[in-house]
């Protein structure tokens, strides 16, 4: 059974930083893509970032610049750093993982306001 558990949501103010985590049980994590996606308020789920096995990374032309995705596959565990937050950047994230099928994260709400 693959199951995912995210972390680090919260409240921030314009211009700060949050880390999300996200750890994978029951899967080979490091065989495997993984991905963070958004869905603000009335609006659509969104691909984030993704990184691959190899490493290499893709993001959204809207954080690009301003947020990470990393992996530590001895953890089984991927992260979003997020940086310069803005207030559109507010919304629930979600991590997920597409290995047999696809599985999803609970989501992290991440609000940025003054």
């Known amino acids: 059974q693959v199951h995912l558990v995210e972390s680090g949501g919260g409240l921030v103010q314009p211009g700060g930083s949050l880390r999300l985590s996200c750890a994978v049980s029951?899967?080979?994590?490091?065989?495997?893509?993984m991905y963070w996606y958004r869905q603000a308020p009335g609006k659509q789920r969104e691909l984030v970032a993704s990184?691959?096995?190899?490493?290499?990374?893709n993001y959204a032309d809207s954080v690009k610049g301003r947020f990470t995705i990393s992996r530590d596959n001895p953890k089984n565990t991927a992260y979003l750093q997020m940086n310069s937050l803005k207030p559109e950047d507010t919304a629930v994230y979600y991590c997920?993982?597409?290995?047999?099928?696809?599985?999803w994260g609970q989501g992290t709400q991440v609000t940025v306001s003054s």
């Open positions: 997920k993982h597409r290995s047999s099928g696809e599985y």
């Open positions: 029951g899967s080979s994590f490091s065989l495997y893509a």
């Open positions: 990184i691959w096995p190899s490493g290499n990374t």
